[in-house]
């Protein structure tokens, strides 16, 4: 055997032990700051528990804006969950109508339902994590976490030092309305071009899935309304230049035409110094906003929440 292939054998194999041990440290890093900075105020053990054995009449089910946004009381269910795609919202629904009572439905019906990166998106092992009886031994195993695995390997990477730091919640109250003018638009703007629906609506899968789970709802007795969440009069002024936002509204107004059912557009019922960013609503607002929609889909069970 020449020099120069144990030289490179030595090589590699220095290489790959080397990449090993980074590999082995960023995984151990990134498990302590998830379990330092996130689990003290993560809720996923009482959504589980909540999803697995609530009997509440009424529930709502979407992403960041419905969990965010709403507020679980005692005859109502906030079922959203951040980055929930239809098709996880469709395998939630189909589990929670096998338990029975469910007499009321508030059904996400923003334009993201439609954008790219939600079509895209690979979400069974959201559910199967939340029906099954163990949870991953590791935090970054988790679904809701994977995603942002990237997004936190590079915020430790610019500050180290928050691995070992106290964990500290953040402020609360900040409203988006403070921010100055033109980084309130850049922001929206940007926000808005990730939730552009795609342009076609008439050539995809999911707007048939949609209008299926509606038939479903129906079949089961379950009275439906279809929402459109609060958001910023800047994110509302960027998507009114996007046609395919436009387009979104139009086919949830058309299936709540063809359904009887209630179509509610209250992405300007709010002003800007209720939400946080160009589209959540701050949690102190989200008994207001869940109140709000229950007297608008529902106006027969107003106070029975």
């Known amino acids: 055997m020449s020099s ?8 590699l194999a220095a290489f790959g032990f080397a990449f090993a041990i980074l590999f ?17 105020f993560d809720t996923h053990a009482d959504y589980k528990r909540r999803f697995l054995s609530s009997t509440a009449a009424t529930a709502a089910f979407g992403d960041s804006h419905v969990a965010n946004g709403l507020v679980s009381g ?21 589990h929670r109508l096998q338990r029975g009572g469910l007499k009321r439905v508030i059904l996400q019906a923003d334009p993201q339902v439609f954008a790219p990166y939600r079509l895209k ?11 099954g009886s163990d949870d991953p031994p590791l935090t970054i195993l988790r679904a809701e976490h994977r995603q942002y695995l990237m997004r936190y390997w590079w915020t430790a990477v610019k500050d180290p030092g928050l691995i070992f730091r106290e964990p500290a919640r953040a402020a609360t109250g900040v409203r988006f309305n403070i921010l ?8 929206a703007s940007l926000r808005v071009q990730l939730h552009a629906p795609v342009t076609d609506l008439a050539t995809i899968a999911a707007t048939g899935n949609f209008r299926n789970l509606v038939k479903q709802l129906q079949q089961f007795g379950v009275q439906t309304c279809l929402i459109a969440f609060p ?7 960027a998507a009114a230049s ?38 959540h609503v701050l949690p102190e607002f989200a008994a207001k906003l869940r109140d709000e929609m229950i007297n608008t ?3 027969q069970e107003k106070g029975k929440h």
């Open 180 to 187: 100055p003018k033109a980084e309130q638009a850049r922001e």
């Open 4 to 11: 120069s292939t144990s030289s490179f054998k030595a090589f």
């Open 121 to 131: 998106a690979e979400q069974a092992s959201r559910i199967a994590t939340l029906i």
């Open 297 to 299: 889909c529902f106006e």
């Open 74 to 94: 005692q005859d109502f269910d906030n079922f959203g969950q951040a980055s929930d795609n239809l098709q996880t919202v469709i395998a939630k629904i189909e």
């Open 242 to 279: 996007i046609d395919s936002f436009g387009n979104a509204a139009r086919f949830f107004r058309e299936i709540a035409g063809t359904y009887g059912i209630r179509y509610a557009d209250l992405s300007g019922i709010f002003p800007d110094d209720y939400l946080g960013d160009p589209d």
């Open 231 to 237: 958001v910023s009069s800047a994110y509302r002024e």
């Open 24 to 40: 082995a440290v960023s995984i151990v890093a990134t498990e302590t700051m998830l379990r330092r900075h996130i689990l003290p």
